[in-house]
């Protein structure tokens, strides 16, 4: 049995994208050869003591907190795989506890957008000979609502209130969040709704945004199009970019944490702060040449 063939096929089954199916494969399959070449004797595919002689492995080589972290988090879902599977019959590792913390009062760098970034995308989404009425409407919803991509492709046209310029998200874990629209953006969207979208191949869909395939627009052909733009606009871009943006700027522009996480739809106000408030390299020497 190849068990890593399987792994993968169960992340396919249960939905995962695949960016993320190939970050667990690979974090797998190095596992896989650091057991192979350091540990000839190991029977199971994981075990706590293996998990744990890897973990030390991998801080020995001294990568980034953050490398490791996300190796650990990939074996708990190949451990959540075994468990399911019958392989093996125990739970080695615990997020909690394996996870190495990071030092209290340590930034996180949030990549975002400057201002003059985000007025450029603008202005090359404007471009009509280069973008479809559709790909400016995914540009403006993800940058003035702050939405998932995920969110985002499962907009339906009954979640959009015109009379109040609300829309209805439905986020992870089912939550349900209503945020406003602004009105240009609302204008775009009616414009794409009485032109390009009426004449598409599925104008009858529940769904605001269609593809020539299916009535539902897919999430990966979002990250794939963005990808696709980003050497002619000359910035890397992908749908979460948009959504830490959206967060960062209504930030700095003294919008309430408060009002800032609701938007986003995190449970909690703490997971913002941890998320999103930073300090950049310019904020902080601007304060020092104050002196």
């Given at each position: 049995?190849?068990?890593?063939?399987?792994?993968?096929?169960?992340?396919?089954?249960?939905?995962?994208?695949?960016?993320?199916?190939?970050?667990?494969?690979?974090?797998?399959?190095?596992?896989?050869?650091?057991?192979?070449?350091?540990?000839?004797?190991?029977?199971?595919?994981?075990?706590?003591?293996?998990?744990?002689?890897?973990?030390?492995?991998?801080?020995?080589r001294e990568l980034k907190v953050s490398?490791?972290?996300?190796?650990?988090?990939?074996?708990?879902?190949?451990?959540?795989?075994?468990?399911?599977?019958?392989?093996?019959?125990?739970?080695?590792?615990?997020?909690?506890?394996?996870?190495?913390?990071?030092?209290?009062?340590?930034?996180?760098?949030?990549?975002?957008?400057?201002?003059?970034?985000?007025?450029?995308?603008?202005?090359?989404?404007?471009?009509?000979?280069?973008?479809?009425?559709?790909?400016?409407?995914?540009?403006?919803?993800?940058?003035?609502?702050?939405?998932?991509?995920?969110?985002?492709?499962?907009?339906?046209?009954?979640?959009?209130?015109?009379?109040?310029?609300?829309?209805?998200?439905?986020g992870k874990g089912g939550k349900v969040?209503?945020?406003?629209?602004?009105?240009?953006?609302?204008?775009?969207?009616?414009?794409?709704?009485?032109?390009?979208?009426?004449?598409?191949?599925?104008?009858?869909?529940?769904?605001?945004l269609t593809s020539q395939r299916s009535?539902?627009?897919?999430?990966?052909?979002?990250?794939?199009?963005?990808?696709?733009?980003?050497?002619?606009?000359?910035?890397?871009?992908?749908?979460?970019?948009?959504?830490?943006?959206?967060?960062?700027?209504?930030?700095?522009?003294?919008?309430?944490?408060?009002?800032?996480?609701?938007?986003?739809?995190?449970?909690?106000?703490?997971?913002?702060?941890?998320?999103?408030?930073?300090?950049?390299?310019?904020?902080?020497?601007?304060?020092?040449?104050?002196?």
């Amino acid at each position: 049995m190849n068990i890593l063939e399987d792994f993968r096929q169960w992340l396919v089954e249960d939905g995962k994208s695949p960016k993320t199916i190939e970050s667990y494969c690979n974090d797998v399959k190095q596992f896989q050869l650091y057991l192979a070449e350091k540990t000839a004797d190991e029977q199971q595919p994981l075990s706590r003591f293996s998990f744990v002689r890897y973990k030390q492995y991998l801080l020995d080589r001294e990568l980034k907190v953050s490398t490791i972290n996300k190796k650990v988090n990939s074996l708990k879902v190949f451990n959540d795989f075994l468990r399911q599977k019958g392989v093996v019959s125990e739970n080695y590792i615990q997020l909690r506890r394996d996870r190495i913390p990071i030092a209290t009062g340590s930034e996180r760098v949030v990549n975002a957008l400057t201002d003059a970034e985000v007025e450029k995308v603008l202005a090359f989404v404007e471009n009509e000979k280069k973008v479809s009425m559709r790909n400016r409407l995914i540009v403006h919803i993800l940058t003035f609502t702050a939405l998932r991509v995920s969110e985002l492709v499962n907009i339906k046209l009954a979640d959009i209130d015109p009379l109040t310029s609300t829309l209805t998200v439905r986020g992870k874990g089912g939550k349900v969040r209503e945020i406003g629209i602004r009105n240009d953006l609302m204008e775009l969207i009616k414009k794409y709704q009485a032109g390009e979208r009426r004449t598409s191949k599925f104008p009858y869909s529940e769904y605001l945004l269609t593809s020539q395939r299916s009535k539902k627009m897919h999430r990966d052909a979002v990250r794939d199009w963005l990808a696709k733009i980003s050497d002619e606009v000359g910035i890397k871009l992908h749908p979460h970019l948009f959504r830490r943006t959206c967060a960062t700027l209504l930030l700095k522009r003294g919008v309430p944490i408060v009002t800032v996480s609701k938007i986003l739809g995190h449970h909690s106000v703490d997971m913002t702060s941890k998320m999103y408030i930073q300090t950049s390299r310019k904020d902080k020497q601007d304060a020092l040449d104050l002196l």
